[in-house]
């Protein structure tokens, strides 16, 4: 048995006007109407699938995709999370018989991290301002320093952590990364900003119970020294001395390889998504660029970081998209057929 080839038509549960809120998955009820979604249009088990198509999803996140939560991504048309989660739980459901497996990823951040206000102190004691940006020079001449209860919860001498604070955001610079970033509060294990968006958790629960195919969640960002925009690979993994504090994703770089296509979307197109899809680049060409013809992205289903007056990031977001089409990797569209898309590689 194969995937079916024709695309489905969306489940009367499906409200896109709710997209912005947060409720509760009645997951019983929709259990029931997914077996039977199955049924109706005949969709075998994504375990017989011949074309084997994977769909990470990348944040989606109520800490990024709700105007009300801490990280926004408003995009430049001031609601951009919102209308691409729209058209990517419109995705999910018109080819819940072609996707073979959900992965979504999850930033997760506890208060005491190294892009986070408390982490921080300057000379009259203040922590910064959230938007914050710190620089390495700004670090060695001691505007900046690593505030000592936090190295404390951490368990390492504050000498230590000030000359890995150093460390870290000289790295950052050297690797060609974004300046260390002072974050507003986001994505908080426990918290409700830390959930996916209703309607995308509805879908791959939709998905999970009418394709018989386990939603694989990847957690991030929970390591207390270091950013981890990308699902793939830390910011910075070690230390001065070359220790390892963190280290790649392998696991999911070779999974992710082994389907014979790849979706992207999420939030944010600059930041994130950016950087996983740039750190699949960089392991895909030092095993075969050819393999890059399998990743496809959904330009309509994700936004770069705007803030109108303060940061625009979208011209980042272009350039890194047009480097990843002139790799090999194709930029779709959410509203286009699957099948269209697989007969684009060469």
């Known amino acids: 048995m194969t995937h079916t080839s024709t695309e489905l038509p969306i489940p009367a549960h499906f409200d896109p006007m709710r997209v912005g809120e947060v409720w509760r998955v009645p997951y019983q009820a929709r259990s029931l109407a997914a077996q039977d979604w199955a049924k109706q249009h005949q969709l075998p088990p994504a375990a017989h699938d011949s074309t084997r198509i994977c769909l990470l999803a990348i944040d989606v996140q109520n800490t990024f995709c709700l105007p009300e939560f801490e990280l926004f991504v408003a995009g430049q048309s001031g609601m951009g999370a919102v209308a691409d989660n729209v058209r990517l739980c419109e995705f999910v459901y018109r080819n819940l018989g072609r996707i073979t497996t959900i992965v979504p990823t999850m930033d997760t951040h506890t ?67 974004y300046p260390l970033t002072v974050w507003p509060y986001h994505s908080m294990l426990g918290g409700i900003g830390h959930a996916l968006v209703s309607a995308f958790e509805e879908a791959c629960f939709f998905h999970t119970i009418a394709r018989q195919s386990q939603t694989r969640f990847e957690i991030k960002g929970n390591n207390p020294l270091t950013e981890n925009y990308s699902i793939l690979c830390p910011e910075v993994m070690v230390d001065r001395s070359g220790q390892a504090i963190a280290e790649k994703n392998l696991t999911l770089i070779q999974l992710l390889l082994a389907y014979d296509a790849v979706v992207v979307a999420g939030q944010a197109k600059s930041h994130c998504v950016a950087w996983t899809v740039d750190d ?27 803030v109108p007056g303060v940061v625009d990031f979208t011209e980042k977001a272009e350039a890194a998209y047009q480097r990843f089409a002139a790799a090999g990797m194709h930029i779709v569209q959410s509203t286009e057929a699957i099948d269209h898309w697989l007969n684009l590689r060469s």
């Open 111 to 177: 208060a005491t991290q190294i892009f986070h206000p408390v982490f921080w102190l300057n000379e009259a004691g203040e922590h910064p301002a959230p938007m914050t940006m710190i620089a390495a020079i700004e670090v060695q001449q001691g505007k900046w320093r690593v505030n000592p209860a936090v190295a404390a919860t951490l368990a390492i001498a504050p000498e230590q952590v000030n000359d890995f604070a150093l460390h870290y955001v000289s790295r950052l610079s050297k690797d060609g990364k």
């Open 280 to 306: 699949l680049l960089t392991e895909i060409q030092a095993i075969d660029p050819t393999l890059a013809q399998k990743v496809y992205l959904l330009e309509d289903c994700t936004s770069p970081v705007v």
